[in-house]
């Protein structure tokens, strides 16, 4: 699974958010975007998730997609499960198996039955993540993926990715800071809609 993007722009109006965005993230890479707030991350990451149409430029992808916002998208009064099989029937899964999975490495199985309203803003992003992995993509899109996660949960995090890295899935974690760098096989940075040259590579991390 790997994704292109070319001369990517866009605009609202007359003021320019993307300024002709060229990058590839290849398989089995672990990605990183970073920028300040206003820098045109919202926008790019809403592009490459299919929710907004450019306004110039091309982003390809092969294979399956997930996608996890900043944002939980969830209903405060259904539960872990109900969630769960609500997108087993979106994405026409034969099972629970992967969510499952999921459940444990995030360690939140025992809120399997509890309401989203009910949970803390950690577990309600667990969830999130859960969701966005729990159809096996090839590329996922991860916006601020481990706010609101304790220590051990940000660590359990990266294994995850780690893992899904092994298995020749591509991870590209947007994020306003840049403080994981040394967890990255490459980082780029998004200033004023212009995305600067490579800054990071660490493979083998």
């Known amino acids: 699974m790997s994704l292109h993007v070319k001369d990517l722009r866009h605009a609202y109006g007359k003021r320019q958010v993307l300024r002709g965005v060229t990058f590839d993230v290849p398989e089995g890479v672990l990605a990183g975007v970073v920028g300040e707030n206003g820098a045109g991350k919202t926008t790019l990451l ?6 907004l149409t450019p306004t110039g430029g091309t982003t390809t992808h092969t294979g399956t997609l997930g996608y996890c916002p900043q944002q939980a998208v969830l209903n405060d009064a259904f539960t872990v499960d109900q969630h769960l099989r609500y997108f087993q029937v979106a994405h026409k899964l034969p099972d629970l198996r992967l969510a499952e999975q999921l459940l444990d490495t995030l360690n939140f199985a025992q809120y399997r039955h509890e309401r989203v309203s009910t949970l803390s803003g950690g577990t309600q992003q667990k969830l999130n993540l859960t969701i966005a992995l ?14 609101g996660f304790d220590w051990d949960t940000y660590l359990r995090f990266w294994d995850l990715a780690q893992g899904l890295r092994r298995r020749g ?5 947007i994020s306003h800071l840049a403080h994981d760098a040394d967890r ?7 200033e004023s809609g212009v995305l600067e040259p490579d800054t990071h590579t660490s493979r083998g991390h």
């Open 46 to 51: 809403r592009i490459l998730s299919g929710e």
């Open 134 to 147: 729990m159809h096996d993509p090839g590329l996922l899109l991860l916006d601020e993926p481990y706010q």
């Open 169 to 173: 899935r591509s991870v590209l974690v």
């Open 184 to 190: 990255l096989d490459v980082l780029h940075r998004l």
